[in-house]
Nanobody, 124 residues
Framework: QVQLVESGGGLVQAGGSLRLSCAAS????????MAWFRQAPGKEREFVAR????????YYADSVRGRFTISRDNSKNTVYLQMNSLKPEDTAVYYC?????????????????WGQGTQVTVSA
C-alpha cells in the first residue's frame, strides 16, 4: 500500500517562498507520475504541477507557471514543490498525488493515491 506524507506548509507573506515535500513509501516511486494539487475552501481540487517518472518532463497550471517548480528525488522517494512569489490566491491545502497508471492527466480522478495535505496560507 502506497503512502504519501506532505510537509512544508505554513504562513507566509505575499511575495515570499515555501518549499513543500511529499515523501512516498510502500511502492516503486520511480515508476509513478507525481503531481501537486491544491484545494481552497469551497472549491474543487485544482491541478498545480506534474512531473514525469524521470523528472525530465514537467507541466504546470497557467496560474503558477514561472513561480512554482516541481522536482523529484527518486533516491529519496520524494517530490518537491518550490513556491516563489506567493500570492494570497495561492492559499489552499496542497496535496501530492500519485498516478500509478501513467495516465499523464491533470484531473484529480486520474491519481490513485493522495497525501493528507499541508496548509499554505499567504497573507496580503
Amino acid at each position: 500500500q502506497v503512502q504519501l506524507v506532505e510537509s512544508g506548509g505554513g504562513l507566509v507573506q505575499a511575495g515570499g517562498s515555501l518549499r513543500l515535500s511529499c515523501a512516498a513509501s510502500g511502492g516503486t516511486f520511480k515508476s509513478y507520475i507525481m503531481a501537486w494539487f491544491r484545494q481552497a475552501p469551497g472549491k474543487e481540487r485544482e491541478f498545480v504541477a506534474r512531473i514525469s517518472r524521470s523528472g525530465g518532463s514537467l507541466y504546470y497550471a497557467d496560474s503558477v507557471r514561472g513561480r512554482f517548480t516541481i522536482s523529484r528525488d527518486n533516491s529519496k522517494n520524494t517530490v518537491y514543490l518550490q513556491m516563489n512569489s506567493l500570492k494570497p490566491e495561492d492559499t489552499a491545502v496542497y496535496y501530492c498525488g500519485l498516478d500509478s497508471q501513467l495516465r499523464i492527466a491533470i484531473r484529480a480522478s486520474a491519481y490513485d493515491y493522495w497525501g493528507q495535505g499541508t496548509q499554505v496560507t499567504v497573507s496580503a
